[in-house]
């Protein structure tokens, strides 16, 4: 058998692998030996084995549908008009003088403190949630394209120029492209805050979704389900993450942003 | 005869393992005597710089010994001072912080240590500008504080890094002359590593050509006449057959290295 | 005052002006009657709003119990944060163990934790107090660990060449290094506290400016319930400048970005 320390990457696996498993084997192993409240601290497996059955038998999809359909809205929303918005300021003295303050002064504050207003606005189902999203997720969009728009190099405007490009095609021919690497910074961000605000509007405002099943599931005392919802909205998360990841260098963002 | 201030005998470096290592340096013999000024050039890629970190003990040869006044280099230590083309200096300490460094390290105390720094301040012309951060000050005046800071240790040997590479060649031009004129005051053994070929003559009064990869020490010229400054070296007929000599040397490396 | 000084302030004042137009334009379509007081109350009368109770000091405990939650998560955090995102840096095995943990707990939207923090901890300070302190973690982590693994191998080069032995460089490179992602992290995580206390108090609780915008909006007094939003981002706001205020002096040797 080989020792360890000839096979490095063997090691890094292993040393990757082994705590997790570890802490899910103590968790498993304490919870079974009756040393917590299984009520309060029930084993990994048993949530597990709930996350399984909520997902075969159809409850966990709608919510699911529910939340992640809002976050994508919000985001697609505040993409179609960032990004515009975020170009003229970059490019346009007046857009910037006034834009610029009111976006770096409002990007900072926390707009779920807004939830009360917008339910008092658009009503206590989806429509208030979606615009919650679009707004939180307006600021990063905004700023991440205006930073840049502005922050590239004069030479690519003036060759343009020299080979006749005008002031408004400018902007799409020239600037949106070098601008590309930042907008996607400010998707990565933004993807973070939709399915943030989308949970938390759940949780405050009810209206289905992941966030209102975990407080319905707090309510009951069922710890499997709140756990087995927590891990969906963590997936959902990571994939939407990813997936923004994924996203970057292909034309499909491209494309959302024109139309 | 003395024995010399620094002797490297056999000495190989290989990077990485296996089939994938590479050979950087293959079999280096030198002996640099006190009061020597010695200039190290060649074809980018020879090694020149590893050999550099190898008797400043940041990396370890694979084979071979290094010694300095008789005693085996095995690791970075303030009888070496070194100063690299960038990063020599601490960001978050002023220039006086920066030169003070070493001191502070090896326990001077503090009337003393200010006594020092004043001197060295004076000796690189930097008067006025102790309390700036590194980040105020030009690419030359950086270099110059780096200067300080590493004269201010008494080092028995001084080594530089292409320390003039990054900078325009007015200021390089101007740092020449000042590096030549701490070397006469103090006759600091000095060990130099350029890929420039009029700096390796005009500073060096030993040159060393190296060879391309893996490097090896090709030949060892010797400069037997020596101006005042830089400058009258244009006018020189015995430099600027030197310095052709050395060229095409380096060439012959430059072109053998291409495949 | 210095011409410095002086075109500060006229460059902070002219960034003040778009956002005195926004509110002028608030106030008067309330006052011509274009925007109805049941859709939003004038500026005005928020303000008013938030004159009395600052008047009375109605608000004053609530701000505290706020202040208590958010800090003390904080506090946790950040104090934590720094040594673990160090000790990751510096011991291999540490880095190994903690970031499948760190990558696990990253996709979570950290509001999310509360109702189970609230099952195991009950709905009191302390459960609220875990899930801030728990979503501050991760930014302080993620950054101290970029910045001291970050740190130029030169820099590290230059200290030992000139005698600062391996236990010293921590404290005279590493940290120093590292301080500026460490203080983007803190920051960071200022920004975060905030959001997830005002989602925990909206959830539960019985004190605090989360509380107390959700009771207003509850009884449809809008105009106290924006006079609390315009107070809590007034001072989320106040903090993040004084967090950068104190930054910039502290680290005189920084080019900030902004």
């Not at chain 3, 302030?9 to 003040?16: E, T």
Request: aromatic share 10%.
């Amino acid at each position: 058998m080989p020792s360890l320390t000839e096979h490095p990457r063997l090691v890094a696996a292993l040393t990757r692998v082994v705590p997790v498993t570890l802490i899910l084997l103590a968790w498993e192993g304490v919870t079974r030996a009756g040393w917590v409240n299984p009520f309060v601290f029930p084993p990994v497996s048993e949530i597990a084995m709930r996350w399984l059955a909520l997902l075969i038998d159809g409850t966990l999809c709608f919510p699911l549908w529910e939340t992640l359909w809002r976050a994508l809205a919000g985001l697609g929303a505040a993409i179609a008009v960032g990004v515009p918005l975020g170009l003229l300021m970059g490019r346009v003295r007046w857009a910037e003088w006034f834009f610029e303050p009111l976006f770096s002064f409002g990007f900072p504050l926390p707009k779920i403190a807004l939830i009360p207003l917008y339910v008092h606005w658009f009503g206590l189902f989806s429509l208030s949630k979606v615009m919650l999203i679009f707004t939180d997720c307006l600021f990063p969009m905004v700023i991440f394209t205006y930073h840049g728009a502005r922050g590239l190099s004069q030479i690519y405007l003036w060759s343009a120029q020299s080979r006749g490009t005008g002031r408004v095609r400018m902007l799409w021919r020239v600037v949106l492209p070098l601008s590309l690497a930042s907008i996607y910074d400010g998707v990565q961000v933004a993807v973070v805050v939709a399915v943030l605000v989308a949970v938390v509007s759940e949780m405050v405002s009810g209206g289905s979704g992941l966030g209102q099943m975990m407080i319905r599931a707090y309510r009951h005392g069922d710890v499997r389900t709140a756990f087995a919802t927590l891990l969906t909205i963590s997936l959902i998360g990571y994939a939407l993450y990813k997936a923004a990841q994924w996203l970057r260098g292909r034309l499909l963002f491209w494309h959302v942003a024109e139309s | 005869m003395a024995d010399p201030c620094l002797d490297l005998r056999a000495v190989t470096m290989r990077y990485g393992e296996g089939p994938d290592a590479v050979a950087a340096l293959a079999s280096i013999d030198l002996a640099i005597d006190d009061h020597e000024f010695v200039t190290i050039v060649g074809p980018s890629g020879c090694g020149k710089s590893t050999l550099l970190y190898l008797v400043g003990g940041f990396l370890r040869p694979t084979s071979g010994r290094i010694e300095l006044r008789g005693r085996p280099v095995t690791g970075p230590g303030p009888d070496r001072g070194i100063v690299f083309q960038r990063y020599s200096l601490f960001p978050w300490l002023t220039v006086r912080g920066n030169i003070a460094y070493g001191l502070e390290e090896k326990g001077v105390p503090r009337a003393e240590r200010d006594r020092i720094v004043e001197e060295h301040l004076r000796l690189v012309h930097l008067e006025g500008f102790e309390n700036r951060y590194p980040r105020e000050l030009s690419g030359g005046m950086q270099q110059r504080v780096a200067l300080a800071q590493t004269l201010a240790c008494q080092p028995d040997i001084l080594l530089m890094d292409e320390p003039f590479g990054a900078l325009d060649a007015q200021t390089r031009r101007i740092l020449q002359d000042e590096v030549r004129r701490i070397w006469r005051r103090d006759t600091k053994t000095v060990l130099f590593v350029t890929h420039d070929v009029e700096e390796a003559v005009a500073l060096g009064t030993c040159i060393v050509v190296m060879s391309a990869r893996p490097g090896r020490i090709k030949e060892v010229i010797a400069r037997d006449f020596d101006v005042a400054d830089v400058d009258e070296f244009e006018a020189n007929p015995a430099f600027a057959a030197l310095r052709l000599r050395i060229w095409r040397s380096v060439k012959q490396e430059v072109e053998a290295a291409r495949p | 005052m210095s011409s410095r000084a002086r075109s500060y302030w006229a460059g902070a004042l002219a960034r003040l002006l778009p956002l005195a137009l926004v509110l002028a334009a608030w106030q008067a379509a309330s006052m011509s009657g274009l925007l109805p007081k049941a859709v939003l109350p004038s500026f005005g009368e928020v303000a008013a709003s938030l004159g009395a109770m600052l008047r009375s000091g109605e608000i004053v405990p609530h701000t505290l119990a706020s202040f208590a939650r958010a800090g003390a998560g904080f506090g946790v955090a950040v104090a934590g944060g720094i040594v673990l995102g160090i000790l990751m840096a510096q011991v291999r095995f540490v880095e190994r163990a903690v970031e499948p943990v760190l990558l696990l707990i990253y996709p979570v939207p950290k509001p999310a934790l509360i109702p189970l923090f609230m099952i195991w901890l009950g709905i009191g300070d302390f459960s609220k107090v875990t899930v801030i302190a728990l979503a501050c973690l991760v930014p302080v982590v993620i950054a101290t660990f970029n910045g001291a693994r970050g740190v130029d191998e030169m820099l590290l080069w230059s200290a030992r060449a000139r005698g600062t032995s391996e236990r010293r460089i921590l404290w005279r490179v590493v940290l120093p290094a590292a301080l500026p992602q460490i203080a983007a992290g803190v920051r960071t995580a200022i920004a975060v506290a905030i959001i997830v206390l005002v989602s925990s108090e909206f959830i539960s609780a019985e004190t605090g400016l989360g509380y107390l915008i959700f009771s207003y909006g509850g009884v449809g007094a809008d105009d106290a319930m924006l006079a609390v939003v315009i107070y809590l981002a007034a001072l989320g706001y106040l903090l993040d400048r004084l967090y950068l205020a104190g930054l910039r002096r502290l680290m005189a040797w920084h080019a900030f970005a902004h």
